[in-house]
């Protein structure tokens, strides 16, 4: 009986402990990461905007476009078992692309500009913003969630795409 108030003791301890931690870390992570692709600012925004043509991005397991109203979509996005929901914020041709973002566990946006290098290369700036209100998910987040590395994979997809 002793050796259980023990655990329980622990495991409270451990859980008082990872709230603490929780309620330090920032609520909000953010990154912007840059890259030149080898393509027009018009054919790299075409892509990036284009929701039904999504089976290059080999990271996702399903994209389902829920409603669309002019150039404003809402769509769910499903990756290893989780779904985000995604819903266009603006839309510039050729220079700037915005959407909100929410699961379960998070909401965000994400934006990105285009600036024509040349009429064949194109600076692609995207900045993605998470944030975490459950203290307990922001630990999660900073030990599991790479916000660099799913931007990479996105970009490497994206380049893979557009250099076919």
Do not use: C
């Amino acid at each position: 009986m002793k050796i259980l108030i023990y655990i329980l003791i622990g495991i409270v301890f451990i859980i008082l402990i990872i709230l603490i931690i929780g309620l330090f870390l920032p609520k909000t992570k953010t990154l912007i990461k840059q890259t030149v692709y080898n393509a027009s600012a018009e054919k790299v925004y075409n892509t990036v905007t284009n929701n039904r043509d999504w089976k290059y991005r080999t990271s996702l397991n399903d994209l389902k476009i829920i409603e669309t109203n002019g150039d404003i979509e809402t769509w769910d996005e499903t990756s290893e078992g989780n779904t985000i929901r995604f819903r266009t914020k603006e839309k510039r041709p050729y220079s700037f692309y915005s959407f909100e973002m929410e699961s379960r566990f998070f909401k965000g946006h994400w934006f990105a500009e285009f600036e024509a290098i040349d009429n064949e290369n194109t600076l692609f700036t995207a900045t993605e913003s998470i944030e975490y209100e459950n203290p307990f998910i922001r630990v999660l987040a900073h030990v599991f969630m790479d916000l660099d590395k799913y931007m990479e994979t996105y970009q490497e997809e994206l380049r893979n795409k557009l250099e076919k």
